[in-house]
């Protein structure tokens, strides 16, 4: 079956609205995702984000050693024009992006302005299977006291990121994909707490 | 020969540009979102914003309520409801309960919301500083700088000049205590209902080029001093004539007959809902 570039796209922007709305909330689009055209180098949830977002106006920039292929794709289907990392609306990190490589292009890309802070880049980040026990609490507007957050996350990652999200209303918004349709959102607003059990290093 | 109209009116390019200001604005709560509004075939400052919103929304699962000034029935709604209808297809319902969708000008619904709800609010201003600063350029900046002695100084102009503050609608709120937010000409009563909603509330400006939102679970204080704390519409001691309703906002209507004073509900539907409920019980406990 093909991807109903109408009603299909209109789902996973539904689902995709109610976990930025929600931050650690889980959305499954594994339905969707299977009727999308695949690109081997990426999660079908990766490229179905993509295709709702991305169109001739906006920029992109894909990192990690394969994608050349992945670049080349969305380019294709969604018109949208490949940018440097500094530059880029959306930042695409594939699985198998190292985390060295990642947190570079963090700390370089679009975080918006105190008066245009829109103007910033949002994420699309895949990762292993989304839900399992992370360790860490998110809270903040969208989260009802706490929630789990959805995703292991490293140390390096979380204060590279808070940092980046520090002069709020600047700062960037995350979006995680996983193998399995499954999408989950992290907003500039949510604060991340601490790995539990761990002890406080000076 | 007829050609179909496109599923909601909007072309797909339109609705992509809609939905990641709409993303922006969550996650940036209270913050207003350029975006490039649509004309649409309804004259700007009729709830184009909002009906844009709704447009990029949309569903063939949904079910649909359009509300104007707590109205079902009335000329915006209504014709609001027919595009929709026949560019989607989707069912429409006066029931709050029933609807996943409710695009709203200038109330709140009575019947709390739920997490699977999203309210969509029309606006015709929505910069809470504008009365204060005609230059966008420099609200944007007063806004950057978290700079809103205008807003305060207005409310402070009102209790000197009438021992109160005399905004009837459109009551200036803090949002996730970072931007002040003009949460679209509802009444001070709903206000309230904004703080720590459980659906998520967007909110559209169609001919001032805005979309911004309250997330859930996000705390919205409307704007007081410590000495003049913030009152919302005060009803006790009254009731709906209809339905009897208490702890409602009401319409005041006079009586040119009677010379009296009567209100009645403004939210029709909750009345009409209440109504039929009261007919059922009559029905079932009728002794002859």
Same mark, same amino acid.
């Given at each position: 079956?093909?991807?109903?570039?109408?009603?299909?796209? +209109?789902?996973?922007? /539904?689902?995709?609205?109610?976990?930025?709305? /929600?931050?650690?909330?889980?959305?499954?689009?594994?339905?969707?995702?299977?009727?999308?055209?695949?690109? /081997?180098?990426? #999660?079908?949830?990766?490229?179905?984000?993509?295709?709702?977002?991305?169109?001739?106006?906006?920029?992109?920039?894909?990192?990690?050693?394969?994608?050349?292929?992945?670049?080349?794709?969305?380019?294709?289907?969604?018109?949208?024009?490949?940018? &440097?990392?500094?530059?880029?609306?959306?930042?695409?990190?594939?699985?198998?992006?190292?985390? &060295?490589?990642?947190?570079?292009?963090? +700390?370089?890309?679009?975080?918006?302005?105190?008066?245009?802070? #829109?103007?910033?880049?949002?994420?699309? %980040?895949?990762?292993?299977?989304?839900?399992?026990?992370?360790?860490?609490?998110?809270?903040?507007?969208?989260?009802?006291?706490?929630?789990?957050? &959805?995703?292991?996350?490293?140390?390096?990652?979380?204060?590279?990121?808070?940092?980046?999200? +520090?002069?709020? &209303?600047?700062?960037?918004?995350?979006?995680?994909?996983?193998?399995?349709?499954?999408?989950?959102? %992290?907003?500039?607003?949510?604060? %991340?707490?601490?790995?539990?059990?761990?002890?406080?290093?000076? | 020969?007829?050609?179909?109209?496109?599923?909601?009116?909007?072309?797909?390019? !339109?609705?992509?540009?809609?939905?990641?200001?709409?993303?922006?604005?969550?996650?940036?709560?209270?913050?207003?979102?350029?975006?490039? !509004?649509?004309?649409?075939?309804?004259?700007?400052?009729?709830?184009?914003?909002?009906?844009?919103?709704?447009?990029?929304?949309?569903?063939?699962?949904?079910?649909?309520?359009?509300?104007?000034?707590?109205?079902?029935? !009335?000329?915006?709604?209504?014709?609001?409801?027919?595009?929709?209808?026949?560019? *989607?297809?989707?069912?429409?319902?006066?029931?709050?309960?029933?609807?996943?969708? @409710?695009?709203?000008?200038?109330?709140?619904?009575?019947?709390?919301? *739920?997490?699977?709800?999203?309210?969509?609010?029309?606006?015709?201003?929505?910069?809470?500083?504008?009365? =204060?600063?005609?230059?966008?350029?420099?609200?944007?900046?007063?806004?950057?700088?978290?700079? =809103?002695?205008?807003?305060?100084?207005?409310?402070?102009?009102? @209790?000197?000049?009438?021992?109160?503050?005399?905004?009837?609608?459109?009551?200036?709120?803090?949002?996730?205590?970072?931007?002040?937010?003009?949460?679209?000409?509802?009444?001070?009563?709903?206000?309230?209902?904004?703080?720590?909603?459980?659906?998520? @509330?967007?909110?559209?400006?169609?001919?001032?080029?805005?979309?911004?939102?309250?997330?859930? =679970?996000?705390?919205?204080?409307?704007?007081?001093?410590?000495?003049?704390?913030?009152?919302?519409?005060?009803?006790?001691?009254?009731?709906?004539?209809?339905?009897?309703?208490?702890?409602?906002?009401?319409?005041?209507?006079?009586?040119?007959?009677?010379?009296?004073?009567? =209100?009645?509900?403004?939210? *029709? !539907?909750?009345?009409?809902?209440?109504?039929?409920?009261?007919?059922?019980?009559?029905?079932?406990?009728?002794?002859?």
């Amino acid at each position: 079956m093909q991807l109903d570039s109408v009603h299909d796209i +209109q789902k996973v922007y /539904r689902e995709l609205l109610q976990c930025m709305a /929600r931050p650690g909330k889980i959305a499954d689009t594994r339905e969707t995702a299977a009727k999308a055209d695949l690109i /081997r180098e990426c #999660h079908p949830a990766t490229f179905l984000v993509a295709q709702t977002l991305l169109d001739a106006e906006v920029t992109f920039h894909v990192l990690g050693d394969r994608a050349e292929n992945i670049r080349r794709k969305i380019a294709d289907y969604t018109f949208a024009a490949h940018a &440097p990392a500094e530059e880029a609306d959306y930042i695409i990190a594939p699985l198998c992006t190292s985390e &060295p490589e990642l947190l570079e292009a963090m +700390q370089a890309c679009k975080a918006g302005t105190l008066e245009n802070p #829109h103007d910033s880049a949002l994420w699309i %980040i895949e990762s292993g299977a989304l839900g399992e026990p992370a360790g860490r609490k998110l809270s903040g507007p969208g989260i009802k006291d706490e929630a789990d957050a &959805p995703i292991a996350l490293s140390d390096a990652f979380v204060s590279t990121r808070n940092r980046k999200t +520090q002069e709020f &209303p600047a700062g960037i918004d995350l979006i995680f994909t996983d193998s399995d349709g499954g999408i989950s959102c %992290i907003p500039r607003t949510t604060a %991340i707490s601490a790995k539990e059990g761990s002890a406080w290093v000076m | 020969m007829r050609a179909e109209p496109q599923f909601a009116f909007l072309d797909e390019g !339109s609705k992509k540009e809609i939905r990641r200001a709409t993303l922006k604005a969550v996650a940036i709560p209270g913050y207003q979102v350029p975006f490039a !509004s649509r004309e649409m075939p309804m004259a700007r400052g009729w709830g184009t914003g909002g009906l844009q919103l709704t447009c990029s929304l949309v569903g063939k699962d949904d079910v649909l309520k359009v509300i104007d000034q707590g109205a079902d029935e !009335s000329v915006n709604a209504v014709s609001i409801k027919k595009l929709i209808r026949a560019t *989607t297809g989707i069912p429409v319902t006066e029931r709050t309960e029933e609807a996943t969708l @409710i695009q709203s000008r200038h109330r709140i619904p009575e019947v709390p919301l *739920t997490k699977e709800q999203i309210l969509v609010l029309q606006v015709p201003t929505p910069e809470p500083l504008r009365q =204060y600063e005609k230059k966008e350029s420099v609200t944007k900046r007063l806004h950057a700088e978290s700079e =809103y002695s205008g807003a305060w100084l207005m409310l402070f102009e009102q @209790i000197m000049k009438y021992g109160r503050t005399t905004t009837g609608a459109d009551h200036p709120v803090l949002v996730n205590g970072r931007y002040v937010m003009a949460p679209s000409p509802i009444p001070r009563f709903d206000n309230p209902k904004m703080d720590h909603s459980e659906a998520l @509330i967007l909110l559209g400006a169609g001919r001032e080029k805005k979309i911004y939102a309250v997330p859930p =679970y996000t705390d919205i204080r409307s704007l007081a001093f410590e000495d003049h704390p913030f009152e919302g519409e005060d009803f006790s001691g009254k009731s709906c004539r209809f339905c009897g309703a208490t702890g409602v906002f009401l319409d005041e209507l006079h009586v040119e007959e009677t010379g009296m004073t009567e =209100y009645q509900c403004n939210d *029709t !539907s909750h009345c009409a809902d209440r109504l039929e409920r009261q007919d059922e019980k009559e029905v079932q406990h009728a002794t002859i």
